[in-house]
């Protein structure tokens, strides 16, 4: 099916003052590199800004609070202090699951203006600092749960304690613990003081329990349902943290479900398309932006390099010719059926959806595919939207630099192919067959 375009009338008014207006755009806008560049490059656009996630932060504020924005249980700075009152299973296998969950070790502030749409992710210690990243970009709620083995809660904590001294979006933000039950997370009598500066450090270079224990596997899916779970909102998308969406993407999207009255489509889910972009090149936040740089080679769908089909979704082509616009709408509807049998979209849906497989690891490959099967033998619609979208983190992801990460992953792919037989035979026995929607 495609929607009818809906182009509203526009009330344009121009007043030229551009010395104000180029002081005050400077001073206020969320889209420019948060470096000291900011100024030079805009009268020199050709100067290569090339930044890492939380850099904006020391830009933008400049002294860490007195008082943290976040709302902390469990005791926490000083301890954390929980039993099994408190501890969780994973979501899908439930007392079946050798992972324990641990819920609103930071509960979010809900207030009334926010949009009620979540995003929710999940996250490792040496990812952390791209939550900042989300909490600029996000209009909504964020539910993020970090997995901690062992010491890695301290160093997430650690960082999270800055971040909630220092962003005041974290109000918004709520975060929960995964861990398996060989490395239950250790974090005792450590206080963390106010924090001196509101430098995001780069915590992709600090060393990790996980990292240097080669049988600690990411429990990707667990992390994923639990996000899902706690999340405030029924409207919820589960989307990775590197991913930055499109301006103003949460109030958007309620307006077109408004405008369109969309309030009981069960079993629709609404698509944001994924790009990724030169890593010299500043986050696109509206349509206009991205085509820009498609058309000059700087940007290309997600992982078109690595994986074709993974993200070539239904009616790229109609996306690419509509007319740009600031206003999220419906354009395209499809089913994940052949030859989008391998497609992996990300989605604003709502917690009534599939769960995600938590046998399924990171390392392993293929950890969001069975849930797409099961949705499309459920006989899901996915609604791509125009005018809405995701980015990843700059950088293109190209064949070559891929070469050398397979040999790793090698035994997590069989051990991952091995669980996804098991699930598949159970998913099969469950649900009508149907030849359009493929396992593989």
Known sequence: MIYPKVTPMKCLL?????????????????????????????????????????????YMYLEPANESYCNFNYKLLNDFTFDGEYIDYGPELGKNSPYRVIYNVISAKATTDIPKVTYA????????????????????FISVTAFVPDTDVALVLEQINQYCHCLPGMSRVSLHFAYSITTVPLLRNIYFNKPVTCEVADSSKIETYRHTN??????????????????????????????????????????????????????????????????????????????????????VYFHKLICTHCQKFPGIETWLRTTPSDIVEPLVSARREVPYHRWEPIYIGTKAEPFYNEMLSWEGLQDKMLQMLEMCLMEYKFVILDGAFLVHWPGIKKKQNQQNEEQWRDPFKKQNS???????????SRYDAKSECKPY
């Not at 007043?15 to 590199?33: C, G, Q, R, Y």
């Not at 091995?418 to 099969?428: D, G, Q």
Request: aromatic share 10%.
């Open 121 to 140: 992710t999940h996250v490792s210690a040496d990812f952390m600092y791209y939550l900042p990243e989300l909490v600029r970009y996000w209009d909504g």
């Open 214 to 299: 080669d049988s600690v596997i990411y429990p990707i899916n667990v992390c994923r349902n639990a996000a899902r779970t706690a999340s405030l909102t029924e409207n919820v998308m589960v989307s990775d943290i590197q991913l930055m969406p499109s301006e103003g993407l949460a109030r958007k999207f309620l307006d077109m479900i408004d405008q369109y009255k969309l309030y009981d489509c069960s079993r629709n889910v609404y698509v944001l398309p994924i790009f990724e972009v030169e890593a010299n090149e500043e986050i696109p936040r509206r349509k206009s932006q991205l085509v820009e740089l498609l058309r000059e080679n700087k940007a």
């Open 418 to 428: 091995n669980e996804y037989a098991k699930i598949l035979m159970n998913l099969l």
């Open 14 to 58: 121009t007043v030229i003052l551009t010395s104000l207006t180029l002081a005050v755009f400077i001073l206020s806008s969320n889209e420019l590199s948060p470096s000291l560049l900011i100024v030079s490059r805009i009268f020199n656009p050709e100067i290569r800004v090339n930044y890492t996630p939380g850099d904006f932060v020391k």
